[in-house]
């Protein structure tokens, strides 16, 4: 399931300084070597590449039956491709204006960290057997 792409022409081109990894669709990108890669980096986009295969599989069952009922043409399904990403980018917002509400509460509130998809990455940093022991939609828990 985990598709690597070490030096790649993408991540040296597409990310900013100081990144150096990126998951697309369900592949990571990276501009590192193999030996120079950490296996906590990779770990980590290998998850976000499962949380996509999730939501695609998912949005797209979906959207097949609404296609079914509704009579809806076939090229909805190209829909459930960017399903992974509407959903980080609007858990994201909605984060962000709790944390704008909290402010002068919490400045340690971080957007970023707490996004679901970013939790269980982040825990599954640390072991490289996660993927195979977890369940699916494991994100979800962090809700």
């Known amino acids: 399931m985990k598709k690597v792409f070490y030096r790649s022409w993408i991540a040296k081109h597409l990310l900013f300084a100081g990144y150096s990894t990126i998951t697309l ?6 501009k590192w070597s193999k030996t120079e890669a950490r296996q906590s980096t990779i770990n980590h986009e290998c998850t976000h590449a499962r949380q996509w295969i999730e939501l695609t599989v998912a949005s797209g069952l979906l959207i097949w039956i609404v296609m079914l009922i509704w009579n809806y043409s076939a090229w909805w399904l190209i ?9 980080y980018i609007l858990e ?3 984060r962000k204006m709790i944390a ?4 002068d509460c919490r400045e340690d509130y971080d ?13 599954s940093e640390k072991d490289s057997n996660y993927l195979e022991n977890s369940t699916y939609f494991a ?4 809700y």
């Open 139 to 142: 994100w979800m828990r962090f």
């Open 79 to 87: 829909c459930s491709v960017a399903t992974f990403y509407v959903w």
């Open 111 to 123: 957007a970023y960290r707490l996004i679901s998809f970013e939790r269980e990455a982040r825990l």
């Open 100 to 103: 704008s509400v909290l402010a």
């Open 25 to 30: 669709l369900a592949w990571v990108f990276t």
């Open 92 to 94: 994201w917002c909605i």
